[in-house]
C-alpha cells in the first residue's frame, strides 16, 4: 500500500522568513514523487516533481529515500505563497499505477 | 488551450438517485482520472483510464463507475448515491499515464 503523510493542516510563517512544509510517504517501490498547489479560487496545479530536480517559484524538494521524506522548502517566503499545498505519490498498487495524495497543509504567510 | 474542462460545475441530488460526471481533457492528453475531494482532505483516487481502458481503481464501492470515450473524454458515474458522496469531484489529464497531471475545476455534487 501507498500512503502520504503530512502532518502540519495549516503552516504560518512571517514574510521573509524560511518554510518547510513536510511530507512522508510509505511505499514499498520506487516512489514519483510530486507537490501540487492550490491557490484562492484556482485549480490545484503541478508546483514541482522530484524527478526534475528544478526550483519552481523558488521552491525546492529533496527526495530522502532513507527518511522516505519529500518536503518542500523555500529559504525565504512570499505573501504570494500562500495556499494549500498537497504532496502527491505516484507508484504501481496492484498492477495498476496509482496517485496517493495527502492531507495538505495550509502556508500561510503572515506579512 | 482551455485546460481539462468537467461539467456541471455544481450538482445537487438526492439519496438514491444516479448521477454523470462529464470530464474532457486537454488535447493530445491520453488519460484521464479521477478524484473525490471532501473537504479539508486531500484528493482521492477513484480511476484512472487510459487509450479507454481501466488502469487503475481506487477503494471505492461498485457504484462508482467510469469510461473513457475514442476521443479521450471521460465520465463518472454514481449510482445509488449516498449523503457521503457529497464532495468535489476532479477530473485530471496528462499525455502519459504517469506523467505529471493536470486538473480541472471540479464538479461539487451535493446529495440531500
Known amino acids: 500500500a501507498q500512503r502520504v503523510t503530512q502532518p502540519e493542516k495549516l503552516l504560518s510563517v512571517f514574510k521573509g522568513a524560511p518554510v518547510e512544509l513536510k511530507c512522508n510517504y510509505s511505499?514499498?517501490?520506487?516512489?514519483?514523487l510530486f507537490w501540487y498547489v492550490q491557490y484562492s479560487r484556482q485549480r490545484l496545479q503541478l508546483l514541482l516533481r522530484h524527478i526534475s530536480r528544478e526550483s519552481i517559484k523558488g521552491f525546492t524538494a529533496d527526495l530522502n529515500k532513507g527518511e522516505t521524506s519529500f518536503h518542500l522548502k523555500k529559504p525565504f517566503a512570499q505573501e504570494e505563497d500562500s495556499a494549500m499545498y498537497y504532496c502527491?505519490?505516484?507508484?504501481?498498487?496492484?498492477?495498476?499505477?496509482?496517485?496517493?495524495f495527502g492531507t495538505g497543509t495550509k502556508l500561510q504567510v503572515i506579512p | 488551450d482551455a485546460g481539462v474542462t468537467q461539467s456541471p460545475t455544481h450538482l445537487i441530488k438526492t439519496r438514491g438517485q444516479q448521477v454523470t460526471l462529464r470530464c474532457s481533457p486537454i488535447s493530445g492528453h491520453k488519460s484521464v482520472s479521477w478524484y473525490q475531494q471532501v473537504l479539508g482532505q486531500g484528493p482521492q483516487f477513484i480511476f484512472q483510464y487510459y487509450e479507454k481502458e481501466e488502469r487503475g481503481r481506487g477503494n471505492f464501492p461498485d457504484r462508482f463507475s467510469a469510461r473513457q470515450f475514442p476521443n479521450y473524454s471521460s465520465e463518472l458515474n454514481v449510482n445509488a448515491l449516498l449523503l457521503g458522496d457529497s464532495a468535489l469531484y476532479l477530473c485530471?489529464?496528462?499525455?502519459?499515464?504517469?506523467?505529471?497531471?493536470?486538473f480541472g475545476s471540479g464538479t461539487q455534487l451535493s446529495v440531500l
Open positions: 502527491a505519490l505516484s507508484g504501481k498498487s496492484g498492477g495498476y499505477q496509482k496517485v496517493t
Open positions: 511505499y514499498s517501490g520506487s516512489p514519483e
Open positions: 485530471a489529464s496528462s499525455r502519459e499515464s504517469n506523467e505529471k497531471l493536470f
